[in-house]
């Protein structure tokens, strides 16, 4: 079983479309996060969501947003997606806190035409 | 956010060679952890570096944590292809897991 998986995989998609990456962990960790990695392989924290409290990355644009609908998943929204949001996103998650090991899913590609 | 400076940027090399990648901050971690990211993939864990001077061993991996806790180096003895991949060094600032912008390592046979 993996412990961290996300769908989908590949995501190609036009501009000002609304796309949604789902995320689910089987680990029974409290604390999961999406990161998104950049062109240059920089890998930056976006959000952080622990037993219902979201902290959220000032620079993030607020067209996107998590959804957690229980412990073990949180997905990712993005409204009106724009040029600039091509990027690998990948969701992680710890067992309580940032500090410990963070065990991250395998990312998806999202690719804005 | 505590930034993390990674050097050097990219390294290739051939089987057989030693190297070693540094992690620099002007901050004070109280821990420092390296991850290996492979193509297609999401980053794992090698190790956490908790007590300044530390050194841990992870076969021909070398880790060391910095005495005053702001630096981290990992030394390859001895690389191989399977060594190739971005290696990252992360900490926490905050509320998350901060990472540098990575060494990107290709060893060639």
């Known amino acids: 079983d993996t412990a961290v998986s996300q769908t989908p995989k590949y995501l190609v998609t036009q501009m000002g479309n609304d796309k949604s990456i789902k995320c689910e962990q089987n680990?029974?960790?409290?604390?999961m996060y999406w990161y998104k990695q950049d062109s240059k392989k920089f890998l930056k924290i976006m959000f952080s969501?622990?037993?219902?409290?979201?902290?959220i990355n000032e620079t993030v644009p607020n067209r996107f947003s998590p959804k957690s609908p229980d412990k073990a998943h949180l997905n990712l929204h993005i409204n009106s997606l724009e040029l600039g949001d091509s990027a690998v996103y990948f969701c992680?998650?710890?067992?309580?806190?940032?500090?410990?090991?963070?065990?991250f899913g395998s990312g998806t590609q999202l690719s804005v035409l | 956010t505590q930034l993390l400076e990674q050097s050097p940027q990219f390294l290739s090399i051939q089987e057989g060679e030693n190297l070693t990648v540094y992690c620099n901050s002007s901050s004070v971690f109280s821990s420092l952890q390296w991850y290996r990211q492979e193509p297609g993939e999401g980053p794992v864990l090698l190790v956490t570096v908790v007590t300044g001077g530390e050194v841990k061993k992870l076969k021909r991996l070398t880790f060391q944590f910095g005495d005053a806790r702001k630096d981290s180096s990992l030394h390859i003895t001895a690389a191989q292809p399977g060594d190739t991949g971005l290696y990252l060094c992360a900490g926490v600032s905050g509320y998350a897991l901060n990472f540098g912008k990575g060494t990107s390592l290709l060893v060639t046979p």
């Open positions: 969501y622990n037993n219902k409290e979201l902290i």
């Open positions: 680990l029974g960790h409290d604390t």
């Open positions: 992680a998650s710890s067992q309580r806190w940032a500090g410990e090991k963070l065990f």
